[in-house]
């Protein structure tokens, strides 16, 4: 049992900067790189405020990814249910005394930078069921307990996020928390049956949203029913992307963006900009670099000895499989507009941090990878 | 073991899981490529054309007017550069302060600075606002000194209508000024191409021959962002001016009519005999029409209103006067023509006519004795007339007038203004006034009384068909597309025949059945003017050059009584409002006619005295132009 033990903490720094996945590595600094030059786009081919401070949180993002990738899995493991509880009050920090701004109360000022706790509960989520499941028994997988401890992990932060109110990253880490679920074993009925009863509920919980909230689902279902309110956005940035064609407007040209057509392009909208200056083959390349980053990060999860790495890669790809299909299906007006934010590209440093974490633990997963856990 | 046993199942779990959801996350990202490619390549097109209409926006400048020339060519309606001033608020660190500086700098009034801030609060902060649509040269220079300290400021040159001869065609031309909503909803061609900021013809030909004025809008593209900010000028396309139109009008003559004219009320009309064309048309008092272009004051505006002599009535056009004795040459026509009297033909003239009871009083209070029809036409004996006008009857002598032009429009459709006027018949009394038709009033309309009204226009067509030799013509004040020759015109009229540029046929003019009684009506019309006791004897130029043959007239703008006939006043001691309208019908010179004038000085007393020697002072200026009038005829073919 402890045989394995010797093995994993004799890694000297050396192996361990050895032993970092450098495919990862080099397409996580791609894709920082690319985020800057396509931040410089949207400050209209300026390095101001937004180009500026993007820059400056992967300079200490990006270290700190290192930082936490050089930490034992094992460590990780065992701070996994902390972790979850330091974000969970966190969030509840947050419902009580956050900073709010447009309607909503997500955030709390640390001074240097303002921290959105959800964000990092998309992370927190997949550690703590991660450890849960690596530590329950195959048998008790389907078991009453079992289930509704881990439906609990999920609802409890859920129910802070949804009253922020944040509907997008709320279904996130509902979405994250319940691969694990599906990862972990959870009979593929209860799945089946959920879904059914959610279709069946799907009024009720509608007739619960917010009017915008309604709104933004009548405006994905109809966009032209109000092209200059509600439409605007996703008009225009079916616009952008439709206008860049195969190549694309070309870097700092997309006019869309350029002449403020766009909303919200440092953010959710950020693909927009990005596919109307770079067209269709930039668009799949992207496709093609983040692809490249989750099939890393499976391929990590599936040479992991233990079953919380694996489940933590497996889950945190999935999550930002997830991240990306969200917010491209919503850009593309494939979903109604939900606000979540595309990994490393959208500009916002909660999001950016809570993103590196996860590539941080998942390169710990490579460096420690023959490390069992008990 | 068991616990190992049992990781290795929950790790083949995992595993399977994992490959069951990779596979979905395959299908997904290939929807999402599709969905890109269907945005991105397949509806390309489409995107672009709608981003470009994002991005590009258009705008339209007023298009330039055509210009007006005279006969000569001379510009009498063109455009200019004017010197305004915007501000453009975004631009502007304190506006408050500019606009005191600014009210310094311009003597801007309260309430022009109210305005500029009301527009502020309305307009965008990138759209400039107007500050003064016309600066003059001096204030441009002393805004570009202090510009340093004008920020957001901007002079700007642009182009607009400008008339540098002033009142002198102000009534011809009519004027420009910003359209009402009716004008732009009425006009299809002012509705496409207007733009804020653009003039159109608010009178006269300006009005009339707008379509062909207007020329077309310069169209800059910008590219604008999404609140409509121009960012950059993409493209420039230039507008194309309106047509230039010539005028048969000559500037000098036109002129010379308004110094004649000055301070007194009148109309002076000057026609080619043969061509039709107006010479001069003048109107007085006249006004200035460039005082409209950038919006008259309230005070200008009442100045010109309330002015007792009215200038903004068209009086050549749209004034009715009776022609008084001026339309002695028709009736002494149409006498002759129906074999009523001939040369021989005598009247006994007392001062006055009995007739059923009632005095018809002619001029002259010992009368004339016995007058022949030149005499009664040289003296302007009324007493001859009314007992012509007995033996002829009233339907008789209107056929005759309306054949010469009385009662019909002149220009036709040209000026809106215009009035037809009136030549009174029996069944017209009937119709309109319900009367049967009194023979006293037959008496009065024998001496350009009662009923009748002419235009100053009619009156001076009237009088160049009679110079001309009895033939139509059609007066005409734009040079048309085929501008019929002076002697071309001539010559086909002394055939008989007219040559209609309009129907492209030859058509009978001839508007007599005797030549000879045209002779006889010219014949007396020169004694008139030339011969000792004529009217406007005093008025002649002896010189055949520029002798001419015309006839007086004084109109009575009420009736006189038998107490103001004793008293026998002097003009200055009758009220403005009751003096006599003078009157002078005239054409030269005698031998070789060619153009013909009418004159009339409202309440300017008797004809002889007020508006004969008006027309010995044209008459030379008139003639001599005529050479390099004929020169000019092949000037220029512009048309419309």
Redesign the interface.
Known sequence: MFQHDRLSNEITLFQKIKNLDYILLISVILLSVLSVFVMYSTDGGEILFHTKNHFVKLAVFFPLMIFIAFFNIKFWHNFSYLIYFIVILLLIYVSIFGIKSSGSQRWMDLYLFVLQPSELMKVAIIMCLAKY?HRL???NVNSFTSITIVLSIIIIPIIFVISQPDLGTSILIALSGL?IL????VKIKYFIYSFITFLISLPFIISFLKPYQKLRILTFLDPDRDPLGAGYQII?S?????????DGKGFLKG??SY???LPEKHTDFIFTLF?EEF??IG??GL?ILY?II?FRI?RI??ISRS?FA??FC?GYA?AI?IYI?VN??MV?G?LPIVGSPLPIMSYGGSSMLATMIGFGIVLSAKINHKQMIA | MIKSNSGIRKTDVINRRMFIIGAAKIIVFVGIVARLFSLQINENKKYLTLSDKNRIREWKLPPTRGNIVDYFGNVIAGNLKVYQLHIIPEQVENFNYLLVRLKNLLNLSDKRIARINKLKAELKPWESIIVSENLSWSQFVKINNYLYDLVGVKPVMTISRNYPYNDVYTHVLGYVSQPNEQEILENEIIQERFVPGMKIGKLGLEKRLENHLIGTNAIQRYEVNAYGKRINQLEHQKGEQGSKIRLTVDTEIQKACGKLLNQKAGSISVMDIYTGDIIAMYSSPSYNPNLFLFGISNDEWQLIRNNPLKPLINKTLSGLYSPGSTIKPIVALSALENNVVDTKFKVKCTGKMELYEQTFHCWKEEGHGWVSLKNAMKQSCDTYFYEVARLLGVDRLNKTAEKFGLGKKVLGEYFDNEKKGLFPNTVWKKNNLGKGWVLGETLITGIGQGYTQTTPLQLCMMTAQIANGGYAIKPKIIVDSNPISYEDAKQSMERGLLFDSESEELIDKKLFKDKKNIKIVQEAMFASTNERFGTSYKSRIDDPKYQFAGKTGTAQVKRISKRERELDLELEQIPYKDRDHALYVAYGPYINPRYALSIIVEHGGSGSKAAAPIAKKLFKLIIDRHDLRNKQSNFERITV
């Not at chain 1, 599906?182 to 074993?185: E, H, P, T």
């Open positions: 499941y028994k195959i048998e691969i599906w990862l972990g074993g225009q079916k616009i952008a992307i439709g206008s860049g064609g195969l006019t869309q002449l403020d057509f596919s067209g269709f668009s799949v496709l692809s989750i499976l999860g599936s079953n694996r489940l497996f999935f499989f299909v491209l299906s593309l494939l």
